[in-house]
């Protein structure tokens, strides 16, 4: 039983990294039918920003609060840039999509490597964030409690931000009907770069958060993408409630199989899965044509 | 693959019996051309290019102390791309068309076992500078990193005197992990250690919440670490982010050298017991030297690690092999390689004519809040090597 509650919470942990990673690929994928493969450099371009900010303010508790929003902002304006540059004069032509940003991809990870060297770097978690806490009687490490409440927050704020202001009326608009949007005088253009802008702030902001589990180098995006591109697909294209239900599903399969077997026959079993999943229901767990988005 | 293809490949006696076309090397001028061959590019990059820095240097201290025989050596570098098919073409390419005298390189197992037939059937030469997983030994290749016994055994014994009953073993999925672990258990068994578990996570695995959870259900005295890369950066957050220590369970690492401490945090690592033959901080006028001419070529903030060493090191032995033999030609070399010795930067190493391997100094060291390694354990006189575990009647069966 307490292995099965800790494992529950690990699965929850790590369904929460798969979120961040994939909440942003759900807006930009899901909402404007691009398919970007750069989105994980985005991811790895915000963990940059957090070890740039560290190094440039030192105190690990404020660097951390000072790269959640500076990584929203450098991944959002290398979305604008992707978006301006190159993504605008190929919409509605996914696979076009899929080859230009794995460019991009491949482009970013060199720069990355000029810029900051092939090795590896660390980004220090603040000491608030060190070791375990106790929950219930279980010792759970602060860092993934921390990820958790981020990747939460993440999903609240989209939601509001969807559901309720007028940015989020003409995303959704622009999304069901974009002639008519067009016609009803919602600039689609602004509509577009604004959602490509937040969709790819959202990848900085996960790649922040990854600094507290794992390495920080030029290919950290690529273990990421796929993972994320599973949730996005499987919770059901263009749906954030797909995609949360998705990951946290998918998180707590993978750590609860894992705990019985090893670590590839987990991540073998759970694809296994989600292809029977998609035979049967291959439009993933939510359909577009429930008009709610959020 | 070629993971197989060079199994079972044992010295034979037959050394200059005249076997393939590899005698192109021409030494009628007063230069001679060697090769290097390590991945430039690709995900071994990291590791390689730091290899290839200190073959480089080397070869200019070498030619600017008059060069080898009094011929300048001229170095032709490859790429081998971390792939190991392009190892294999690329060894063949410096063998064949450049007819360079010797090769250097090679990192990861699979890229050896792919370049052995290739150094076998030209009857080349290859010097190897990376710590591996044994059972293997070539007339064709010089292995200047450690063998199990100077490396996993050592360090298993270091557990045993620090009192260690019972281990957990954690490695990436792949050849080198499997090999040492089997190895681990055939020791455990006789020496009464307990392994409370074993897990392999895929290379690249990021997400180690469950196997440390594993490990701390598990309350082994010390784990084992054979995992590879950037895995053992989310392996080391996650283990001290779960509440565990190097006091109260150490993590004993074959695969972390100097410069991997930097990518995963000093202190998410400060502590923890690793073991090499070599670290930048031995106290030595040769290790002093090297350190120093390092950092003054590649800068001050470079780091010296153990196959580094090894790699600087292998040139000087085929220098010494070769003013042995008083030819450049393989099998000359060959014949002289028993008892050829050189002061390395880690101590005096010296080359086994039958193994091919050299003798090394085991050092058990532990990781400073510098980022250093400093040597808490050392076996105090160089450990003959012994590939297939011979010497040891624990192993018997394990090299099939």
């Known amino acids: ?294 | 693959m070629g993971l197989l293809a060079g199994c079972g490949a044992r010295v034979s006696d037959d050394a200059g019996s005249g076997v393939g076309g590899g005698t192109c090397v021409d030494t009628s001028g007063s230069t001679v051309k060697i090769g290097f061959l390590n991945s430039r590019s690709g995900t071994m990059a990291i590791s390689e290019n730091t290899v290839y820095n200190a073959l480089k240097l080397a070869a200019d201290q070498i030619n600017s102390s008059g060069g080898v025989l009094g011929k300048q050596l001229t170095v032709l570098a490859e790429d081998g791309a971390s792939e190991p098919t392009v190892f294999a073409e690329k060894a063949e390419k410096l063998i064949r068309a450049d007819c360079v005298a010797a090769v250097f390189g090679g990192w990861t197992s699979s890229s050896r076992k792919a370049m052995l037939p290739v150094f076998e059937s030209t009857n080349a030469l290859l010097f190897y500078p990376v710590q591996y997983e044994g059972l293997e030994s070539s007339k064709n290749i010089f292995y200047t990193g450690a063998t199990t016994n100077q490396q996993i055994v050592p360090a298993l014994d270091y557990l045993k005197e620090k009192g260690a009953k019972s281990l957990f073993l954690v490695g990436s999925d792949y050849v080198f992990p499997q090999t040492a672990n089997k190895i681990i258990k055939a020791y455990a068994k006789a020496n009464g250690i307990e392994v409370k578990g074993e897990e392999y996570a895929p290379l690249g695995h990021t997400d180690f919440s469950t196997i440390v959870s594993k490990v701390k259900a598990a309350d082994a005295d010390a784990v084992f670490n054979t995992l590879n890369g950037d895995s053992n950066v989310a392996f080391f957050k996650e283990y001290k982010n779960a509440g565990l220590t190097a006091e109260a369970m150490p993590v004993l690492s074959v695969s972390i050298a100097e410069e991997e401490v930097g990518g995963i945090g000093v202190g998410n690592i400060v502590g923890q017991p690793v073991a090499w033959n070599y670290y930048q901080t031995i106290d030595s006028p040769q290790n002093k030297k090297f350190v120093a001419d390092f950092k003054a070529a590649y800068g001050p903030a470079k780091v010296t690690s153990d196959p580094m060493e090894a790699a600087y090191t292998s040139l000087y032995l085929w220098k010494g092999m070769v003013e042995k033999a008083k030819s450049f030609a393989v099998p000359d070399v060959q014949k002289a390689a028993g008892g050829v010795g050189f002061e390395a930067p880690e101590g005096t190493v010296t080359v086994n004519g039958d193994n091919h391997h050299i003798a090394k100094t085991a050092l058990i060291g532990k990781i400073g809040p510098d980022g250093l390694i400093y040597t808490d354990w050392t076996s105090g006189k160089p450990i003959e090597p012994d590939p297939y575990l011979k010497s040891y009647p624990w192993a018997a069966g394990l090299s099939g």
Not at chain 1, 214 to 228: E, K
Not at chain 1, 244 to 249: D, N, Q
């Open chain 1, 1 to 294: 039983m307490e292995i099965l509650l800790s494992q529950l919470f690990n699965g929850l942990s790590g369904g929460s990294i798969l979120l961040l990673a994939a909440l942003g690929l759900a807006l930009t994928f899901g909402q404007m039918g691009v398919i970007n493969m750069a989105h994980g450099e985005f991811i790895m371009a915000g963990a940059y920003t957090a070890y740039v900010v560290q190094g440039v303010l030192g105190d690990a508790g404020l660097s951390l609060l000072v790269s959640l929003p500076a990584a929203f902002v450098v991944g959002g304006l290398l979305g604008l840039a992707l978006e301006a540059l190159l993504l605008r004069r190929m919409y509605h032509r996914p696979l076009d999509t899929l080859l230009v940003t794995f460019g991009v991809s491949l482009v970013l990870q060199q720069l990355a490597r000029d810029v900051f060297g092939t090795a590896g770097v660390d980004v220090a978690a603040p000491g608030w964030l060190s070791g375990p806490v106790e929950v219930l009687g279980f010792a759970f490490p602060k860092t993934r409690l921390f990820i958790l409440a981020i990747a939460v927050a993440a999903v609240v704020v989209l939601s509001v931000l969807l559901a309720f202001t007028p940015l989020g009326r003409r995303i959704r608009a622009t999304v069901q009907n974009r002639a008519l949007a067009e016609t009803s005088g919602i600039s689609t253009r602004r509509t577009d770069r604004t959602t490509f802008f937040v969709g790819s702030g959202l990848a900085g902001v996960a790649g922040v958060a990854l600094t507290l589990m794992g390495s920080i180098s030029a290919n950290l995006g690529t273990a990421y993408i796929v993972d994320a591109f599973l949730v996005v697909v499987v919770g059901g294209i263009g749906q954030i409630k797909g995609a949360v239900i998705a990951a946290f599903v998918l998180g707590v399969a993978q750590s609860w199989i894992e705990y019985s077997t090893t670590a590839s026959i987990a991540k073998v079993v759970v694809l296994a899965l989600i292809v029977v999943f998609l035979q049967v229901r291959p439009q993933g767990i939510f359909v577009v044509r429930t008009r709610s988005l959020a």
